[in-house]
């Protein structure tokens, strides 16, 4: 029964339930999926997609469903993007592949002068390219280290930074990410993250207690790096209290640390700046990205200070894959989407709404205990109402509801009990508008 349909801008845009939620057509794919799958390969939401663009994603039941996730802050310019597509599109006819270490192409150069130019501050610096976060991540520590001549990684508490053996071990969370598939890379060290609905301490505050712990428990003569995502992904979208990212990086700074931030999910205009440590004119030594990178195929990049990425022996970064031309046609895609249509700026609009639409929510119901997030990156904490206590129950019901009812949200946190949007910036003010209707419906039906 599968029609054809385009997907892109010229999906009509438009939430409309033609079955229930799974429909008969993704019931019997997901039967498929599970003789076929391996059962570890969790589903959010169990619909087959044929196509999507805007702000929405089109099943194969004919459901069109509203989409407040961007495959986890992946389509920040869209799904099948037309400069993406463009672009892609003249790159595969061309040549898909040569492996750029050994026969190079300008695809994989054009995205690293671009990332030079975006990432924060205007010293030399260089990327190499990947392709997928974690491994941006590992690649990161590694320059880190040979740079620095030391081994120690510090990381955060709820910090995510992927699913490899050394990410793992960065990432904070066991359950599902890290269960049973120990043992872990060594010297990975954690420090307590600002978190101001938690611990209520100034940035200045949350960040001398966490130098304190980094001091004390593992020396900075021993620490090559420093990573910290601005604005956590998975662990919460926690927003660190004003001050705590710069005091972080002005005594790595001090100490001959590299600073890492890890902009995997908050870069490329998804926090309303081109990168989250924007905000505050961090400028770390290195920065991680992925995700919204390239509108959708996966790619990922290491860029920062020309000394520090040199300090790699040639030969020493690299992979057969890392920085494939179409995916480096769909960064110039995606980048070239987010400057025509200011999609900063877009961002910030929708950050604007979507901060009243959570706020209103927040004062009608207790269980909402905080509301925070930057641009088009927000969240809300549910827990029992006047406590910190998480409720990740409620959370799973509010998220079933917008689920049957056509809208993609996403849940995160250490406990399971936080939401977080990340529509497509290609969204329109009347779809954004009702998919927060339905989230504010799921709240009620589940009051
Ligand atoms: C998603 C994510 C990663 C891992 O990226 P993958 O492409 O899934 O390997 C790392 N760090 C952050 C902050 C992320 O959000």
């Known amino acids: 029964m599968t029609e054809s349909v385009v997907g892109g801008p010229s999906l009509p845009q438009e939430r ?39 702000g929405v994603l089109r099943d194969v039941d004919g459901n069109s469903l509203i989409d407040l996730g961007s495959g986890i802050a992946v389509t920040s310019v869209g799904n099948a993007a037309d400069a993406v597509v463009r672009r892609v599109t003249e790159q595969v006819a061309a040549f898909t592949h040569t492996c750029f270490m050994v026969t190079p192409y300008d695809g994989y150069v054009d995205v690293c002068e671009a990332l030079a130019e975006l990432t924060p501050g205007d010293h030399a610096k260089k990327s190499a390219l990947f392709n997928s976060g974690a491994e941006a991540v590992e690649n990161a520590v590694k320059i880190a280290r040979v740079a620095t001549g030391k081994d120690a990684v510090v990381v955060f508490d709820h910090a995510y930074h992927g699913r490899t053996n050394l990410t793992m071990a ?20 954690r420090a307590p993250m600002s978190y101001p609905f938690r611990d209520g301490l100034s940035g200045q505050e949350a960040a001398a207690r966490a130098i304190d712990v980094i001091e004390k428990q593992v020396g900075a003569t021993n620490l090559a790096c420093v990573a910290i995502e601005p604005i956590q992904g998975e662990g919460g979208f926690i927003v660190p209290a004003p001050g705590f990212l710069p005091a972080i990086a002005a005594w790595c700074t001090a100490n001959d640390v590299v600073y890492i931030a890890d902009e995997i999910q908050s870069g490329f205009c998804r926090t309303g700046d081109w990168f989250a440590s924007d905000h505050e004119g961090v400028v770390p030594d290195l920065v991680t990205t992925a995700k919204g990178i390239a509108g959708g195929l996966p790619l990922a990049g290491v860029t920062g200070r020309a000394e520090l990425m040199d300090a790699v022996h040639a030969g020493g970064l690299g992979g057969t894959y890392g920085g494939n031309p179409v995916a480096c046609a769909a960064a110039m895609g995606a980048i070239e989407e987010m400057r025509e249509h200011d999609l900063g700026a877009r961002a910030r609009e929708i950050g604007a709404t979507m901060a009243g639409r959570l706020a209103d929510l927040q004062e009608t119901y207790a269980v909402v205990g905080d509301v925070r997030g930057r641009g088009a990156m927000m969240a809300i904490e549910l827990c029992t109402p006047g406590t910190t ?37 290609s969204i329109s003010d009347e779809l954004l508008a009702e998919g927060f209707d339905v989230v504010a419906e799921a709240f009620a039906a589940t009051a």
């Open 16 to 54: 409309r339930l033609v079955t229930a939620i799974p429909g008969p057509e993704s019931r019997r794919r997901l039967e498929r999926k599970k003789e076929h799958v391996a059962d570890g390969v969790g589903t959010t939401l169990p619909v087959f997609i044929v196509a999507a663009g805007g």
């Open 170 to 189: 960065m990432t904070a969370k066991n359950m599902p990410y890290k269960h049973g598939f120990g043992p872990f890379a060594g010297e990975v060290y």
């Open 389 to 425: 206590e998480p409720d990740a129950a409620r959370a799973a019901a509010v998220a079933a509801h917008c689920h049957a009812h056509g809208v993609v949200v996403l849940t995160c946190g250490t406990w399971g009990n936080v939401f977080r949007f990340l529509p497509p910036l």
